[in-house]
């Protein structure tokens, strides 16, 4: 417990843990939590107060470049729609 840095899946199954207590309401000390996890009280706070992801849903930067746009996407669903399955043989 004597360092501050903890993998995300420790986090994860602190906040849920946590998450899943309190909305079944079943009563628990969250220095017991902190314990289980191998986490300090200290950090175990900071780990719940700071409840969020690290990745933005809509500006996401990693990974490959889109090939199509969405509202290219949503055309070719309307033409799929629209006209069947045998409109899958478009050539775009």
């Not at 840095?5 to 000390?29: A, D």
């Not at 746009?69 to 043989?89: D, K, M, V």
Request: net charge positive; hydrophobic share 35%.
């Amino acid at each position: 417990m004597a360092y501050g840095h903890h993998p995300t899946p420790i986090k994860s199954k602190l906040i849920g843990t946590v998450n899943y207590l309190q909305v079944h309401k079943i009563p628990f000390f969250k220095s017991d939590v902190f314990r289980n996890f191998r986490v300090s009280s200290t950090r175990g706070k900071a780990i719940l107060e700071r409840q969020q992801d690290r990745r933005h849903p809509e500006i996401e930067t990693r990974g490959r470049k889109k090939l199509i746009n969405p509202e290219q996407i949503l055309a070719i669903e309307q033409i799929l729609w629209t006209y069947g399955f045998q409109a899958r043989q478009l050539t775009w």
